[in-house]
């Protein structure tokens, strides 16, 4: 079973940045797609934004132009760069890994996942 640990996650005022992590285990990101997803409270789970094993990315549009998904095969890192952050970004964002380096944007196709970090945002 893959093993993922996020950080990076904290508070930030309305148009301030912060950068997530995701540390995943051996071979990882080299082999699978690995993509981020964010859950408010009451809302279903969503995709971010997403990168093959080969290093094609897709961002949801919501975030598109804001947020960069790259990651490190080296260090089995994934990241993820936000910028210009809105109160509507506040969430639980979770590293998921999925069987496989084609990516798919919906949670079920995905069976590895990190505990979570938290991102508030303040305006």
């Known amino acids: 079973q893959v093993q993922l640990v996020e950080s990076g996650g904290g508070s930030v005022q309305a148009g301030g940045s912060l950068r997530l992590s995701c540390v995943a285990s051996?071979?990882?990101?080299?082999?699978?797609?690995m993509g981020w997803f964010r859950q408010a409270p009451g809302e279903e789970r969503e995709g971010v934004a997403h990168?093959?094993?080969?290093?094609?990315?897709s961002y949801a549009h919501t975030v598109q132009g804001r947020f960069t998904i790259s990651k490190d095969n080296a260090k089995n890192t994934l990241y993820l760069q936000m910028n210009s952050l809105k109160p509507e970004d506040t969430a639980m964002y979770y590293c998921?890994?999925?069987?496989?380096?084609?990516?798919?944007?919906?949670?079920?196709?995905?069976?590895?996942w990190g505990q979570g970090t938290q991102v508030t945002v303040s305006s």
């Open positions: 998921a890994a999925r069987a496989g380096g084609i990516c798919a944007t919906i949670t079920s196709q995905y069976n590895s």
């Open positions: 051996t071979y990882t990101t080299t082999s699978k797609c």
């Open positions: 990168i093959a094993a080969f290093g094609q990315t």
